[in-house]
């Protein structure tokens, strides 16, 4: 009995990380003010297929994860991955590359302080997991956390490219550059796949012809690389 209710108590646990990692991946403005909470509920969220199906596909022959979190931003993204990854049974061990071209976003990612008003609607247990709170305003994320994470600096178009990777997270970036641009980027990333890792997109980025990359669909933003 008690193994079963250690097992219930993980499963929602590794839910509302999985809460946590959708708010972090969907623009805040869209949460806010034209999702409400009844109708985010209706939707199947991301986290659920990458948490359900996309990482044990890639945890099939290795529990070890390479990741790249592209255009981080401030971090929220790659934070999120590292504390949904920490909590994953089949995953033994990971590492994140969080990149973006800003260097004053790059500084506040990796400082990862947060205002108690991103993290309002974070449940308690997950903010006293992950997050010190540092004074009446702020919580920072816990060295736990973040020794799985690697900043740098990053142009998508001039830059060399990460290889051997498992996942790449590039989300809501890809909308300001060109279709030839986008081609080009799409082609890096393939490349930098292993065979058999997954590209995960946003939501207004759908690859129509993936087959021109090597890629083919794996589930609604997610695009797995042809095997060897």
């Known amino acids: ?5 250690k097992k219930v108590s993980d499963l929602m646990f590794r839910a509302m990380i999985g809460w946590l990692l959708l708010a972090a991946l969907i623009p805040l403005f869209v949460l806010t003010f034209y999702l409400s909470k009844e109708e985010a509920a209706s939707v199947k969220p991301v986290n659920e297929v990458l948490d359900q199906k996309i990482l044990p596909l890639l945890l099939k022959n290795s529990g070890t994860l390479k990741i790249w ?12 991955l590292s504390m949904l990854l920490s909590s994953h049974p089949l995953v033994k061990d990971f590492q994140i590359i969080a990149t973006d071209i800003d260097d004053k976003v790059l500084q506040s990612a990796q400082k990862g302080k947060y205002h108690e008003r991103s993290l309002q609607e974070v449940p308690d247990q997950i903010k006293q997991k992950y997050f010190t709170k540092e004074d009446s ?11 799985h994470i690697q ?11 990460e290889k051997q990777l498992d996942l790449i ?19 890096k990333m393939s ?3 292993k065979p058999n890792g997954v590209l995960f997109v946003g939501s207004t980025e759908q690859i129509f012809h993936p087959e021109k990359f090597g890629l083919t669909s794996a589930d609604t933003f997610f695009y797995q690389k042809k095997g060897l």
């Open 1 to 5: 009995m008690a193994r079963k209710l």
């Open 69 to 80: 979190s592209a255009a981080c931003s401030t971090g929220e993204e790659p934070y999120t």
């Open 137 to 147: 305003s702020f919580y920072t994320v816990k060295d736990e956390v973040r020794k």
């Open 151 to 161: 900043f740098k600096k990053h142009n998508l178009l001039a830059d060399p490219y």
């Open 169 to 187: 997270v590039c989300r809501n970036v890809l909308i300001y550059f060109t279709e030839e641009a986008k081609e080009e980027i799409y082609r």
């Open 191 to 193: 490349s930098s796949l």
